[in-house]
């Protein structure tokens, strides 16, 4: 899937773009109390299954019980994932700690060299399941299925796909593209703060169409060769 100006314009193909965008502008804004964080992934999850199948324009809030049950299926899909490099962060922190407490020089050193590893390693190993984790939630969008989250061998064949990695990054770019227009509106406090949250909602429309665009081209790709090998056999 190659990026063009139409992945950035896709969140203005609906007639009520500017209504879609403002709701999930205040619910990103109002995030902090958890269900409306969990309905703007249930709308993620709306749009990218809609895309993948052939949409050819976001979808409006509407169904309100279906986002919230998908929002947090998402949820979970994201906790299993990151749940190693959590795991990994609270083990290094903890040896940390452990080894300042013990008011030694050598315990000091120890648990520095700790902190500082486990921000390493944890951050590595959050890069790697995040990303991983995303392709999840895509695979659970478009199939329907919880289980296609946790599909070892569908992930592997959508996650290890330059058909599916480079729209991937394309979205990555995206966000921070998004989150430096957010630092320059601080230059006014509290405005980012304000504002971000409905930048970063019509990111994620435009990361849906993105995504499901790839998973389209990596489907689409296995198609056409499943066949050739049958016949080879």
Request: proline residues 4%; charged residues 15%; contains cysteine.
């Amino acid at each position: 899937m190659s990026f063009s100006e139409d992945s950035l314009r896709y969140p203005m193909e609906s007639d009520e773009w500017v209504k879609t965008v403002i709701i999930g502008g205040l619910l990103g804004l109002f995030s902090f109390l958890i269900v409306p964080a969990i309905l703007v992934s249930g709308y993620v999850v709306r749009a990218i299954r809609e895309r993948a199948g052939g949409a050819t324009e976001p979808p409006v809030f509407d169904e309100w019980g279906d986002l919230l049950v998908d929002g947090l299926k998402a949820t979970v899909i994201g906790l299993v994932y990151m749940i190693i490099p959590v795991g990994v962060f609270v083990l290094t922190v903890g040896t940390a700690i452990m080894g300042f407490l013990t008011g030694t020089d050598a315990g000091a050193g120890l648990g520095m060299a700790s902190l500082l590893g486990g921000f390493v390693i944890s951050g590595i190993l959050s890069l790697v399941f995040g990303y991983f984790a995303v392709a999840a939630i895509v695979n659970f969008a478009c199939e329907d299925s919880l289980g296609a989250a946790f599909d070892i061998g569908a992930l592997r064949k959508l996650a290890l796909s330059s058909d599916y990695a480079v729209p991937w990054l394309i979205s990555v770019g995206i966000f921070f593209a998004a989150g430096i227009a957010v630092s320059v509106l601080n230059v006014v406090p509290g405005l980012g703060a304000v504002i971000g949250p409905f930048f970063s909602f019509y990111a994620y429309i435009v990361a849906a169409e993105l995504w499901a665009g790839g998973y389209n081209d990596v489907m689409k790709r296995s198609d056409e060769t499943e066949p050739s090998a049958a016949a080879a056999v």
